[in-house]
């Protein structure tokens, strides 16, 4: 059961049971809505919880919401001080995951964006681990990536998830940790949620912005890593299906997933069958990174006490 007390909802920070929708919500019908994934990390050495990136997510919020016709009435330095002030009153003293919502709101059966009111919500728990081991086996999924020009990839837009939600379920109830889903034109795309990344003689290979895939702010961070600190090249590219069947490593990556390894596609195993060095330092590298360890990357932690 979710262990938070509180939520911000029209406006201020009120008990969790409060925070309610009537089931006539426009959103709750059609899916009209946009949100973000952040995690918090705590630091026990620190007494400290870092959020990650909060600042870079809330600027994807209001990108998000341009393209849905919504008005976000908060700042991005204002939505970050929302989500502090929230953390603060909830008291967090584990790893944390907060989720900050941009729906339409009204009672409305209506099936559009414009001319409808919006709100904003956000709220946050106690969170572990998304995907809950440290290697992964994997398939193709038969579910296409949704298109650009069908769905916004570049958004995060609550209905679409749907699309996610079958692929990922078809890949469990065939045995699978998760799904990998191809674009529109058969080209890889990423997992149901997560980035994708493929390594190649020492080259780390992904998936270009373009190619039906969500502008992940983990992937960017993960191609820092791999240049700035492990000296690699980097290329975004296309990728065939079968160039997953012989890359030397594999893993995704997201705020969710943070960086998981894969050890077989399509039954087919990933290198030796074990987690490879790229992928088992860049495992590493971002554990320090979220939890404030690095100073190098401090920045991108925000304290909450």
């Not at 990108?63 to 991005?76: A, E």
């Not at 998304?130 to 995060?156: F, M, T």
Request: proline share 4%; charged share 25%; net charge negative.
């Amino acid at each position: 059961m979710p262990n938070n007390r509180f939520a911000f909802f029209n406006g201020e920070i009120v008990p969790i049971e409060q925070a309610t929708v009537s089931v006539m919500t426009n959103a709750l019908n059609y899916g009209t809505g946009c949100f973000e994934g952040i995690r918090g990390y705590w630091n026990a050495d620190e007494q400290q919880l870092f959020v990650f990136q909060l600042r870079a997510h809330m600027e994807r919020l209001h990108r998000s919401c341009k393209i849905l016709f919504m008005q976000l009435p908060y700042t991005v330095d204002q939505l970050c001080q929302i989500t502090i002030d929230l953390l603060r009153k909830e008291e967090f003293r584990e790893d944390v995951y907060i989720r900050p919502l941009v729906y339409k709101s009204d009672p409305a059966i209506a099936v559009r964006l414009n001319d409808m009111n919006d709100a904003f919500t956000l709220f946050a728990v106690g969170f572990g681990q998304y995907i809950d081991k440290s290697a992964l086996k994997v398939c193709v999924s038969s579910w296409r990536r949704i298109e650009d020009n069908i769905i916004p990839s570049r958004a995060k837009v609550s209905g679409a998830y749907v699309n996610s939600a079958l692929a990922k379920t078809e890949a469990l109830l065939n045995g699978f940790d998760e799904a990998i889903v191809l674009g529109g034109d058969g080209q890889v795309a990423e997992a149901s949620a997560a980035n994708l990344f493929i390594v190649r003689d020492n080259i780390l290979v992904t998936p270009p912005i373009t190619g039906d895939i969500l502008e992940g702010i983990t992937r960017k961070v993960v191609v820092d890593l791999a240049q700035n600190e492990l000296g690699l090249n980097v290329v975004e590219r296309a990728i065939d299906r079968t160039e997953l069947y012989i890359a030397d490593e594999a893993f995704f990556c997201g705020t969710g997933a943070e960086i998981k390894p894969i050890v077989e596609i399509d039954r087919r195993i990933v290198g030796d069958a074990q987690v490879g060095p790229i992928g088992s330092k860049l495992v590493q590298l971002y554990a320090d990174m979220v939890r404030g360890r690095s100073e190098r990357y401090r920045e991108w932690c925000t304290p909450v006490y």
